[in-house]
């Protein structure tokens, strides 16, 4: 495929300044990819300039282009700025009493059965909380109250946001 002759007119084509795509062309029967490699192969790296005129670069950056306006929804009417719900007030936690003698164990788990841990599980003294757990529930009640913290209300999106300073 690469003949001494069209060797010797690829480097000839590149060194007029012909791009990769104008030589392949040229030599007909090769991609531009191809040239590309031969060059590559062959260490042609320096080539002479085109003859086309350099683009003049604008002096400052181009302005965006107006984006056509499209038709908005109606603005709705500026609703008054409800007052933050407040938190609610933490209940209490009873601590739960454990009996010396009645420390639950992995083994002694049930499904109805407090599992919550107590201790460092490194550690021998290490146990589960052992009461009994509410229907349905992995924790008794004083647990529960612990694993599972009460949703935050979500801001919803028809709600008027805070205003930052910062432009929209």
Same mark, same amino acid.
């Given at each position: ?24 062309? %040229? #030599?007909?029967? *090769? ?11 062959? /260490?042609?790296? =320096? ?18 282009a107006p984006r056509p306006q499209q038709p908005s929804a109606p603005r709705p009417v500026e ?22 003698? %009645? #420390?639950?164990? *992995? ?11 107590? /201790?460092?599980? =490194? ?46």
């Open positions: 495929m690469w003949t001494e002759e069209r060797v010797e007119l690829l480097k000839k084509l590149w060194a007029e300044g012909l791009s990769a795509s104008q030589v392949a062309k %040229q #030599l007909g029967g *090769v991609t531009r990819n191809a040239v590309i490699g031969k060059i590559h192969r062959l /260490g042609l790296s =320096g080539r002479a300039t085109t003859n086309r005129a350099p683009r003049a670069r604008p002096a400052t950056p181009r302005a965006a609703l008054k700025e409800e007052p933050a719900m407040p938190d609610p007030e933490p209940q209490p936690l009873v601590p739960v009493e454990v009996t010396p003698g %009645q #420390l639950a164990t *992995v083994l002694t788990l049930t499904e109805h059965t407090c599992k919550w841990p107590i /201790g460092d599980p =490194g550690t021998d003294d290490f146990h589960f909380c052992g009461h009994k757990a509410d229907a349905g529930m992995p924790y008794c009640a004083t647990h529960a109250k612990l694993a599972y913290q009460p949703v935050q209300p979500r801001r919803r999106a028809d709600r008027p946001r805070a205003k930052t300073g910062f432009a929209s």
